[in-house]
């Protein structure tokens, strides 16, 4: 290849633009953590495994209190006596949102400690493109995760699903993705600026973790931290994905669900993004992308 087609190939690929290059971009970065993640088997069994051992604890402890798969105290507080079912789909979207959490908060230092950081950010792409592009791989990893967690429980557990709700349970989660994404946005600031920023990516996710109706319905919750827990993505999404699992498309109380995650999702992916914006320029013009 001549110098002269090697400079037009290279100007054509930074005029290039728009939504479609963007979603290629994402897509390439994707399969890419698919490549690396599947270089080391013993990682991809790791998060396939996890998510089956965060759930027998809280089946083991509710087996120990309640007796047997049904709970009328627990009717009270839920509306459902069946808090196998309630735990098992609960259990299963917080795989979803710990791979978003953790896999796209620290893609950055990922990049970094590779040494590959420096020569993604000059790519001819949007800096936000490249956390989209995690984040599509996190989604669909935990996405796996959720899946192979929900047959676990029916086919082991007698957890029951209706399958009339799985595909509006689908729209719930591209909902909570948007949400938890502007949250990702703030964590991937903190790790920028901080670099070993997995300290606070611990606190903030367990800080949600503990406030959404995971395990428990957020009523026993002081009331401090229910009115809180009303402010997070993650508490109706989780309410939600498990109604429409539980009661298919009669499930109560989606619309006020769903109207609440778009007015939330739009507050924290406009902030997310802003202030990954500002946090982005300033590493770079600080020349900290390479620091440790």
């Known amino acids: 290849m001549t110098q002269t087609e090697s400079s037009s190939i290279h100007e054509k690929m930074m005029e290039r633009g728009g939504l479609r290059a963007e979603l290629r971009a994402a897509n390439a970065l994707s399969i890419k953590q698919w490549r690396v993640e599947f270089s080391y088997p013993l990682s991809v069994l790791y ?6 051992l965060w759930f027998l604890p809280m089946l083991l402890a509710g087996t120990a209190v309640a007796g047997s798969p049904t709970s009328s105290v627990f009717g009270t507080y839920t509306g459902t006596t069946d808090w196998v079912t309630y735990i098992a789909i609960g259990s299963a979207f917080s795989g979803l949102a710990m791979s978003l959490f953790w896999g796209t908060g620290m893609a950055f230092r990922r990049e970094q400690n590779v040494g590959t950081l420096e020569t993604l950010m000059t790519t001819p792409i949007r800096r936000d493109t490249i956390v989209w592009g995690t984040m599509l791989h996190n989604v669909q990893h935990g ?13 082991f557990f007698g957890a029951t699903l209706n399958l009339w709700g799985v595909f509006p349970a689908l729209g719930i989660v591209a909902l909570a993705v948007i949400g938890m994404q502007g949250i990702v946005f703030a964590l991937t600031c903190i790790v920028l600026l901080a670099k070993q920023g997995w300290m606070i990516i611990e606190v903030v996710s367990e800080v949600f973790l503990i406030i959404a109706p995971i395990s428990y319905p957020i009523v026993v919750l002081p009331p401090i931290l229910q009115y809180v827990s009303l402010a997070s993505p993650l508490t109706w999404s989780v309410d939600a994905f498990r109604s429409f699992l539980m009661y298919g498309f009669l499930a109560p109380g989606i619309i006020q669900a769903v109207v609440a995650l778009l007015i939330i999702d739009i507050l924290f992916i406009a902030v997310g993004s802003l202030l990954f914006k500002y946090t982005e320029r300033y590493v770079r013009a600080q020349g900290a992308l390479s620091q440790f």
């Open 143 to 155: 996405g796996l995760g959720v899946i192979l967690q929900l047959i676990f429980s029916v086919l």
């Open 47 to 52: 998060f396939i495994v996890m998510p089956f």
